[in-house]
């Protein structure tokens, strides 16, 4: 191996030394306090909640809480979009313990730890709606099936609204466009899932599990665009003459107002709690990476597949694919291999070995076994703890009755599920689901904070062919390197160590850094590629 020279050999081991004694952004709490801002308006959409009583969609105010840790001072913070449960509707009809939004006790506390090791989190509300007492099958997938497209609509509106604030204000949250995930829990899942991986409007439109029949105009997708808006909500949804036919709207009502148009919609990791993907086909080439949390004998969400069944009424609903399905399919196109396999630090590894134990070689897929319960009172024979980072205070919850089952208040439905719930036990998932996300996500979003916590060989720029010219440079220096090792990511550092510039996702043999707004002086490049890392130096003028 080429030795070093003594400026770069003295940077990583200063670096390396000063990682080893103290805690890592992203991977540790190195805050102690979060500042969360309520309420964020990120767009305004039109909800279906009050049709029965109003007769028409209306506007609705699309809000969200974001947390952030307390006096830091970086301002290119990865953000996660949390997608909170609920099945669709508000409590509490949902007739559960969890669902209450953005208040929900696992919410605030997960949210609160990721925002204390340096990430911005908006915890983010999305339309609600629909009717799972419906007569038919048919009338209950449909309205599920437009719910749920919604809710993808407003995910990715929430995206764009952090990019447009980032490009057009004052991007007053300081978050990184380029490192944004999905977080969804629970009916939060299905949402992420949709999301992140719903390219075009001919993955809803083509599979026949998401056509109706009209009578005397045939099959007809459940969601029809001109009506709904595109699947990234920045078109008008208008209510159309079969509309009107198929959806309690009056012809010409309005569906869907677009927000933020223009900006990107797409993310870099996805991460759910339970959950499925509407469709496997969903799943494709250039989506992020995924990180899956599921219970694999869930009763309400399959961990691979089978018809989802509405646990308010006990009615079925569609055909869906879940953690384990998506985890497969995944590791076969390659998503996760940005983390799959690495040398993680070792107070990671007790995360890493136990869901490898349990999880069939898919890295990024962390199934939580639950024995089954018997429940003969309910619409299953047995139910297993399809949520276990779930837990809430029984006084709260004492006196709120589940309007589809007067009598029976809401502390005992959530006992029915999950008889072992207390906040200790809930807090020991919430720690593993941590802990086994962070340093996935420090790969997935390139953050250079933590390339320490892998083992990666280092390469020497001679056996890639790498070579760096104009080197010193006064404007931009072209990164090249042999057809075999193709660059997959470069990040620059200044000489304190503090990352100025990230360059994801590369996948070419040439790649061009600019100076840009850097300041003169020496900076330190880390290319990474299939094989290792080459650390080079870098000099503008």
């Known amino acids: 191996m080429k030795k070093l020279n003594t400026l770069l050999f003295l940077f990583i081991m200063l670096t390396s030394f000063g990682s080893l004694q103290a805690q890592e952004r992203y991977l540790d709490e190195v805050f102690t306090d979060v500042t969360v801002t309520n309420d964020v308006t990120y767009g305004v959409n039109a909800t279906v909640l009050f049709v029965g009583t109003l007769g028409e969609a209306v506007p609705q105010a699309l809000q969200m809480d974001v947390y952030e840790p307390e006096g830091d001072t970086e301002t290119n913070r990865p953000v996660i979009i949390y997608l909170v449960t609920g099945n669709f509707l508000p409590q509490p009809n949902f007739c559960s313990s969890g669902g209450w939004g953005r208040t929900d006790k696992p919410v605030v506390e997960i949210a609160t730890r990721l925002a204390k090791r340096g990430y911005v989190v908006a915890v983010a509300s999305y339309r609600l709606g629909w009717n799972p007492a419906a007569s038919t099958q048919d009338e209950r997938t449909f309205q599920l099936i437009n719910a749920a497209y919604r809710g993808t609509q407003d995910a990715r509106t929430c995206v764009r609204f952090f990019r447009k604030d980032a490009a057009e204000g004052d991007n007053q949250f300081g978050i990184n466009p ?136 006990c009615d079925l609903i569609v055909e869906v694919q879940g953690s384990y399905l998506v985890q497969q399919k995944a590791a076969m196109l390659g998503l996760n291999d940005a983390f799959a396999g690495a040398n993680f630090r070792d ?21 939580f ?86 083992s990666v060989d280092e390469l020497t720029a001679a056996d890639v062919q790498l070579k760096t010219a104009p080197n010193p440079s006064s404007n931009e220096i072209v990164f090249s390197t042999n057809t075999e090792f193709p660059i997959q990511n470069i990040t620059i550092l200044d000489v304190s160590g503090r990352e100025v510039q990230n360059h994801l996702n590369i996948n070419q043999n040439q790649h061009i850094i600019y100076k840009g707004d850097l300041n003169p002086g020496i900076y330190i490049a880390t290319v990474q590629f299939e094989d290792g890392i080459v650390t080079s130096k870098l000099v503008f003028n």
């Not at 499925?276 to 989506?287: F, Y």
């Not at 107070?347 to 199934?367: E, K, V």
């Not at 719930?421 to 996300?437: C, H, K, L, R």
């Open 347 to 367: 107070d990671f590894d007790p995360y890493t070995d136990r869901a490898n134990s349990i999880n069939d070689g898919y890295d990024g897929l962390f199934p």
């Open 369 to 454: 076994q639950y024995p089954e319960i018997p429940t003969p009172t309910t619409c299953f024979s047995t139910l297993t703890v399809t949520s276990p980072w779930e837990y809430w205070d029984a006084a709260e919850y004492s006196a709120v009755d589940c309007p589809l089952n007067p009598g029976v208040n809401m502390h005992l439905v959530g006992l029915s599920g999950n008889p072992n719930m207390s906040e200790a036990n809930g807090m020991a998932y919430i720690d593993t689901m941590i802990n086994y996300f962070v340093p996935r996500a420090c790969l997935a979003l390139g953050l250079g904070a933590c390339e320490d916590i892998v």
């Open 178 to 313: 380029e490192a944004v995930t999905y977080w969804g829990q629970g009916t939060g899942g299905y949402v992420a899932f949709g999301a992140a991986s719903i390219d075009t409007y001919a993955d809803i439109a083509s599979p026949p599990k998401f056509n109706i029949e009209v009578p005397g105009i045939g099959a007809v997708p459940m969601v029809l665009e001109g009506i709904n808006g595109d699947v990234t909500g920045e078109s008008v949804g208008i209510v159309d003459a079969l509309g009107a036919m198929l959806l309690p709207f009056p012809e010409g009502d309005t569906l869907c107002y677009p927000n933020h148009v223009g900006y990107d919609s797409d993310v870099q990791l996805c991460v759910n709690m339970g959950g499925a993907v509407g469709d496997l086909s969903w799943i494709n080439e250039g989506d992020p990476a995924f990180i899956s949390y599921h219970v694999p004998n869930d009763s309400l969400a399959p961990y691979e597949e089978f018809t989802l069944t509405v646990p308010t009424t």
